[in-house]
């Protein structure tokens, strides 16, 4: 009997794909089912977030580059609702909010099948896009006050890895399979998304079960403190836009750490909208072999990375892992300017071997973004954490997104004007700018280690003093009695 038990366990424990037996008990449960959930999540998402929307609008809509550049830029413009949001879920139940803001984003795709396949069917489709995004961002912002409750902070980097490495991998056929869709019939797309779009919506449904940790204290406590000392600042219609001002104005390592988002964010997100340019204009690849190139291999490597990242998260914390991460970025930006160069100066339609050059450049390319990509899965959702109070970490969370969306409003944009009027050159801007977010990160870095010596430094000190002030009575007694 002993012998079949430990042989019934030891099945259990190889069917274990998903480690849930290293998840602490008390958050196993919610784990389950968030697995569960992003099965299907993953199938939904993966019919428009990264490159796929860009690729559809280039090729199914026959967009020009600044269209490819506006669907390209939805996700970023959508973060410009990051700091509404973390007001939002500040002071309001996660589950309910997370279910409805996802459930729109599902209605939104689905009515991706009555965009019409002419002139002004490519601007219906990125409206379209856009509204999903701006509900996606907040799913984003509340997903992390709802891993912020319910997983340890000591595991938190691994779980949130292994969550995620769930979500791509379905994410990753789902574009696979759309993809040799597409370059069957390009107008499948008015079947895809609205299937795409039910399956999200039985995903968001699996969530119902969800159990927040420690949610109706510290919701009863914000309620106390409101009757206590009125509205706080992060309330009202410019609420939102104050506590980010006071976040920024009052954390100097977090505004440090935004800093260098900044510059690190700008110089990845202003290659995005050239990168598809380069692979569906100029190289003219097939949806099959574009997708391949700009979204499975990333989503590929980003699995594959994703949790060598965590651990490293949890062993360094978000600042040094910030360093590392960061120069995978950079190589993305490296060698999409090589492949720029080889197009802009060699005659690809003419010479073969130049044209293969031009294709394993951006292919290196594309594997640094996925590394850069393994990291940022991690670092996106709970890096805010390092430096918030459990009671902001909505607040920063949703300054973070923010400043994500002004990025946004400007680097694409910058970016394919730069490319049409100085082909390659702009990669050098953006590569420039990535490595000052390098040492950015690099600076803060250091920063913090001094401050932890002197802090260290301090704590040895009055130690000392207690200890020869606890002596002081003792010597004097000695004294007496001699």
Known sequence: ??????????????????????????????????????????????????????????????????????????????????????????????????????????????????????????????????????????????????????????LRGRIAARLQFVRFSLAIATVTFASMMFDVNPRIYVYAYPLAALIGGVAVFLLRGIHVRGEKMELANLARNLEQSGPSPGQGFFGPVRAAIDVLRNDRDYRQYMLAMTLLGFANIMIMPIMTIIVTKQLMLSYYHSCNLLEVIPRLLMMVSIMPWAGLFDRVGVVRFRIVNACAWTGAS???????????YADIIQSLPAFVFAVCLVAISRLCEGLGKGGGAIAWNIGHLHFARSADAEIYMGTHVFLTGLRGLIAPFFGTLLYMHYGPLSFVVATSLALAGVFTFASLAKLQRRQAIEQEETSETNLNLTQSAKSEPERATASTTS
């Open 334 to 344: 490296l060698f999409g300017g090589l492949a720029a160069a080889v197009i802009y």
């Open 1 to 154: 009997m002993q012998f079949d038990r430990q042989e019934s366990l030891g099945k259990v424990e190889a069917l274990d794909l998903f480690r849930t037996q290293s998840v602490p008990h008390m958050a196993r449960r919610n784990y389950l089912i968030e697995v569960r959930h992003l099965l299907l999540w993953g199938v939904f998402a993966g019919m428009f977030e990264g490159s796929v929307s860009s690729i559809v609008v280039a090729k199914t809509f026959n967009a020009g580059p600044w269209l490819i550049t506006i669907v390209m830029a939805t996700p970023m413009f959508s973060n410009l609702m990051g700091l509404v949001w973390g007001s939002v879920a500040t002071s309001r139940r996660k589950l309910p909010l997370f279910m409805t803001l996802a459930a729109s984003a599902t209605v939104m795709i689905g009515s991706v099948a009555f965009a019409p396949l002419n002139e002004y069917g490519g601007y219906i489709f990125a409206g379209q896009i856009l509204l999903a995004r701006v509900m996606l961002s907040g799913c984003m912002t509340v997903r992390s006050g709802l891993w912020k409750h319910n997983y340890p902070t000591r």
